[in-house]
Structure formats: structure tokens, C-alpha cells
């Protein structure tokens, strides 16, 4: 299986320190954060990862350097999540219809192998696609991409919406498991919110069964994992997931 792990974002919320050193490098005990997520990504069947970094973030590849099953990918422009993930994919070797694993890099999820067992969930279920995700107050909605759910799958999604936009209380929470198909929408993906190419609009346009969309929708199951998403963007839940980790250190 294939991964994807974009980390190309440039660290605005934990300046200074990400200017020398990327926020996915920073320390959890002896490891950099990035390293648990490649950890993760392995331990749930990935052979093949892709990291997906900016210029002055070489420092990711020359620690990972050596390691066979790793390569990375440049995003020449901070054009969204959306363009990253893409980048990591035609960078990736020869393509097939396996489902790829993301795994947002700023991302840790203490407590339990979220990866891991959305690839149990999809395999249970005939190998359909699934989001990892999380219920978050009101206030925080407009944070996140939130979904909708329609007899237990997702119906539609919508990133970073107003609490009176949003279709539920449940944000896509930092893990994905999506077809291959999810790389050729994004190709011809438009700029959505904050004018950057969104991977939610892309996967909006796999789930919907509209006329604009005619290809038959693809089955995401949402899968709420029980760990904790630590977001290590910022230093306040960075320190968060230093204790949250601990017991992985
Ligand atoms: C990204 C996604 C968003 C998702 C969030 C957390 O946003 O665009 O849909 O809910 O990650 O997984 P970002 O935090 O990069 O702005």
C-alpha cells in the first residue's frame, strides 16, 4: 500500500524555531514527530511513503535518507493540501488501483493505530475508502473539514464551514484512506476555500451523486477512531502531545 504524508506547510504557528527546523521534526522523547507517523503508516501495511516537503525543509529528507521505503516529493508553491497530496502521488511510482493511505503530517494520534485500523475497516467492507474523524464543539467547526453522513457513509463534505453551514458536528480528523480515483479529481481541482486546492472539495466530488458528477459515487465509511489527534502545529498542542505521547517515548 501506498502512503502520502504531506509536510510542506510552512509553520507559521510555531515561528521562530520552524525556521530552522520543520514542525514535523521537532522532538517526541528520541524520535521526531514525523517519525511516529511513518511508524504508523508501516505498522498499517504501508511499503511505499511519500513525504511531501517544501524547500527549506530538506532537513526532513536527510534523516529519513537510506530508508528504502520512504522517498519524497517537493510542493513548489503553498497552493493547499489538496495540490501536496497530488504532488506526493505522481511521485509515488508506478500507480495502481490500491487505495493510499494520507496521513497529515502535523497530525499524531495518541492511544491507538488510527491508520491501522481504518485499513481493517476497509477491508471488512470490501476495500471502500474511509476518513478518520472526530466530533469538535461549534466553535471550533469552521477549523475542520465536516462531513455528512447519510446511512452510515459519508454523503458530502464541506471544509471549514460556518457553525451554520456545517452538515454535523464531525471534522475530518488527519487520516485517510481513499481511492486512487481521488488523484485524477484532483487534477482538475479548483481552487475552494481560502483559495487553495482542497483534498475535501476532491473528495466532495468522489461521494456525491449529482449530475455534475456522474461517475457512480465511491463508498467512504467515516471512522472515528478512539485515540486523540494531537495537532503539533502550534507550540500549545505540541506540549499537548508530548504528554499524550508519553508512553510511546
Ligand atoms: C486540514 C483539512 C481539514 C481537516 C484538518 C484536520 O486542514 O483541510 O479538512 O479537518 O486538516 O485533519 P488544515 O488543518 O491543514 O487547515
Redesign the pocket.
Known amino acids: 500500500m501506498k502512503a502520502i504524508i504531506p509536510a510542506a506547510?510552512l509553520g507559521t504557528r510555531f515561528l521562530p524555531v520552524t525556521r530552522v527546523v520543520p514542525k514535523e521534526m521537532l522532538p517526541i522523547g528520541a524520535k521526531p514527530a514525523l517519525e511516529l507517523i511513518v511508524d504508523e503508516a508501516e505498522s498499517a501495511g504501508a511499503d511505499e511513503i511519500t513525504i511531501v516537503i517544501s524547500h527549506g525543509k530538506e532537513l526532513i529528507r536527510e534523516y529519513f535518507k537510506g530508508k528504502p521505503s520512504i522517498r519524497f516529493a517537493y510542493q513548489l508553491e503553498q497552493k493547499g493540501?489538496g495540490d501536496a497530496v497530488l504532488a506526493g502521488w505522481e511521485n509515488n511510482g508506478e500507480h495502481t488501483n490500491e487505495n493510499v493511505l494520507i496521513l497529515?503530517g502535523d497530525?499524531l494520534v495518541a492511544g491507538c493505530n488510527a491508520s491501522r485500523e481504518m485499513v481493517e475497516l476497509s477491508k471488512a467492507n470490501g476495500g471502500c475508502g474511509v476518513i478518520g474523524c472526530e466530533r469538535v464543539p461549534r466553535e471550533k467547526l469552521s477549523?475542520?473539514?465536516i462531513l455528512k453522513l447519510d446511512g452510515g457513509r459519508i454523503a458530502d463534505l464541506v471544509?471549514?464551514p460556518s457553525p451554520e453551514e456545517a452538515p454535523s458536528d464531525i471534522?475530518?480528523?488527519?487520516r485517510y484512506l481513499l481511492p486512487a480515483a481521488v488523484f485524477d479529481i484532483l487534477r482538475t481541482q479548483a481552487p475552494g476555500k481560502g483559495g487553495e486546492i482542497?483534498?475535501?472539495d476532491a473528495i466532495r466530488r468522489l461521494v456525491r451523486n449529482t449530475p455534475e458528477e456522474p461517475a457512480s459515487p465511491f463508498k467512504i465509511l467515516p471512522y472515528p477512531y478512539p485515540g486523540k489527534?494531537q495537532?503539533i502545529?502550534n507550540p500549545k498542542g505540541y506540549f499537548e502531545a508530548l504528554k499524550a505521547m508519553g508512553a510511546n517515548v
Do not use: H, M, W
Not at 471534522?171 to 488527519?174: C, R
Open positions: 506547510g493540501l497529515l497530525a477549523r475542520y473539514g471544509e471549514k471534522a475530518v480528523a488527519g482542497q483534498l475535501t489527534r495537532d502545529g
